[in-house]
C-alpha cells in the first residue's frame, strides 16, 4: 500500500474562551499528549488538546471542510492528564486526573460533549479509590472506554499497581470502584470498546509482559484473561477493533524502538518503523476499496512517519513513509465526512495543523495547514 505525503512530495463566548474578536495567545496545549480528533453527529471534527489552563478545542466550520474555528479555551479543573472516548451515539467523553491544589486532594473527573462546538456539561468527580490522601494521590491517569449504550467505563492504576474500574450505571448512577484481578501495573493502559459494545483493556506491568480483561457480554463484568508476553514502550500503546470483536495493539519496542504488532492468541508481528516517540495513531479506513489500516507515529526528532496495510495482513507487507511533517506531540487519526484520512499535529509554537487525504490512488496526504 503506497503512502505519500503532499508536503513530502513537495520537497522531494462561552467559560473560558475569549470574547468574540479579542486577539488572545492562546496557551500551549501538553506536547506528550498531542491531540484528539473525533467525528461528531452533525459530521464535523473536532480537535481537542489539554493545557495546563483548560482544554483547547477547534471545530470544523462545515463538514469536510477546510475552514475551523478555534482555538476556543474550555475551563476544566486542575488537570494532569486526559483521556477522551466517543461513543457510538457520538458524544464525546473527558475522564481526567484533577488535583485540587498543589499536594492537594486527587480525584477523577468526568464531562460530556453532546454536540460539535458546543459546551461541555459540568465536570463531575467520580472520587478516588483511596480515601487515604497519601495513596489518593499515587493513581495514574484515568483511561476510559464508552460501551455501546453508552455507559462510561473509567480505568486506573492504583497505589501497589492494582487496576481499577468505575463503570456508569443504566440510570446514569455511578457503581462503586471495583478492583479487576492484576497488580505490579504500569500507568499506561489501553482501553477498546467494539462494536458490538463489549469492552476489552490491555495494562502492561512492570515485569515484561500485559495484562488483559475483557467482558462476555456488552456492560457485563471484566474478565481477566490470559496474559500477553509483551513489554510496550511506556505511552505507546494503543488499541485498534480490526475485526469483529477482535482488536489489535500497536506499540513501540523499548529496546529497539520499532513498532510491533498483537492479537491476542497469534504470534508478535514486526512493523519496523522505530524509533517512536510517543502514543501510535491507529485508523481502520477503506483504501481503493480494500479494509485497511494507517498507523502513524512521531519520532524523538519530531518527524511524522505514516504506514499502511491490510487490515490483519500486516506481515503482507508496511511500508513507513516520513510525511514530511514535523510535530511537537504524538499525531492522531481520523476520518471525516467524506471518509478521508485527517492527520492532526501539533506545530511546534503549539497550533494545530491539519492534513487530508488527497483524491490521488492509494494514501496520499495533502501538505497540512494551520487552522
Not at 183 to 203: M, Y
Not at 227 to 236: D, F, L, R, S, V
Not at 240 to 260: I, K
Request: with cysteine; glycine share 14%; proline share 8%.
Amino acid at each position: 500500500m503506497g503512502v505519500r505525503s503532499g508536503r513530502g512530495a513537495m520537497r522531494a463566548g462561552r467559560p473560558g474562551a475569549a470574547a468574540p474578536g479579542e486577539d488572545v495567545t492562546p496557551p500551549r496545549p501538553s506536547a506528550a499528549e498531542g491531540v484528539r480528533l473525533l467525528l461528531g453527529r452533525d459530521h464535523r471534527l473536532t480537535a481537542i488538546a489539554r493545557t495546563t489552563n483548560g482544554l483547547l478545542r477547534w471545530a470544523q466550520r462545515r463538514p469536510g471542510g477546510s475552514d475551523w474555528e478555534g482555538p476556543e479555551l474550555i475551563a476544566a479543573p486542575r488537570l494532569t492528564g486526559l483521556s477522551v472516548a466517543q461513543g457510538a451515539d457520538g458524544f464525546v467523553h473527558f475522564a481526567g486526573r484533577r488535583v485540587s491544589e498543589p499536594g492537594g486532594t486527587v480525584a477523577v473527573v468526568q464531562a460530556v460533549q453532546y454536540q460539535t462546538g458546543r459546551p461541555l456539561t459540568q465536570w463531575r468527580s467520580t472520587g478516588n479509590p483511596h480515601k487515604d490522601p497519601e495513596r489518593a494521590r499515587s493513581v495514574t491517569d484515568p483511561g476510559i472506554a464508552v460501551s455501546a449504550a453508552g455507559l462510561v467505563h473509567v480505568f486506573l492504576v492504583r497505589a501497589g499497581g492494582g487496576v481499577m474500574m468505575r463503570q456508569e450505571a443504566a440510570n446514569g448512577q455511578w457503581r462503586s470502584w471495583h478492583a479487576l484481578k492484576g497488580q505490579l501495573a504500569r500507568g499506561d493502559l489501553a482501553a477498546v470498546a467494539t462494536a458490538s459494545g463489549r469492552i476489552e483493556l490491555l495494562v502492561p506491568d512492570t515485569r515484561g509482559r500485559a495484562m488483559r480483561w475483557q467482558q462476555d457480554e456488552a456492560d457485563g463484568e471484566m474478565v481477566r484473561c490470559p496474559n500477553i508476553p509483551i513489554a510496550p514502550g511506556a505511552g505507546t500503546l494503543a488499541g485498534l477493533e480490526t475485526a469483529a470483536d477482535r482488536v489489535t495493539y500497536y506499540w513501540a519496542d523499548p529496546a529497539t524502538g520499532g513498532v510491533l504488532a498483537h492479537r491476542p492468541g497469534e504470534w508478535v508481528i514486526p512493523l519496523g518503523g522505530g524509533p517512536v516517540d510517543g502514543r501510535i495513531a491507529a485508523l481502520r479506513v477503506p483504501l481503493d476499496g480494500y479494509d485497511c489500516t494507517v498507523l502513524a507515529h512521531r519520532t524523538p526528532g519530531g518527524d511524522v512517519m505514516l504506514a499502511a496495510c491490510a487490515t490483519e495482513n500486516e506481515a503482507g507487507g508496511l511500508w513507513w513513509a516520513p510525511t514530511g511533517e514535523r510535530s511537537a506531540g504524538p499525531p492522531v487519526l481520523a476520518r471525516d465526512a467524506y471518509g478521508r484520512v485527517v492527520m492532526a499535529t501539533l506545530g511546534d509554537e503549539g497550533g494545530l495543523r491539519i492534513a487530508v487525504q488527497s483524491g490521488e490512488p492509494g494514501l496520499v496526504m495533502g501538505p497540512s495547514l494551520r487552522v
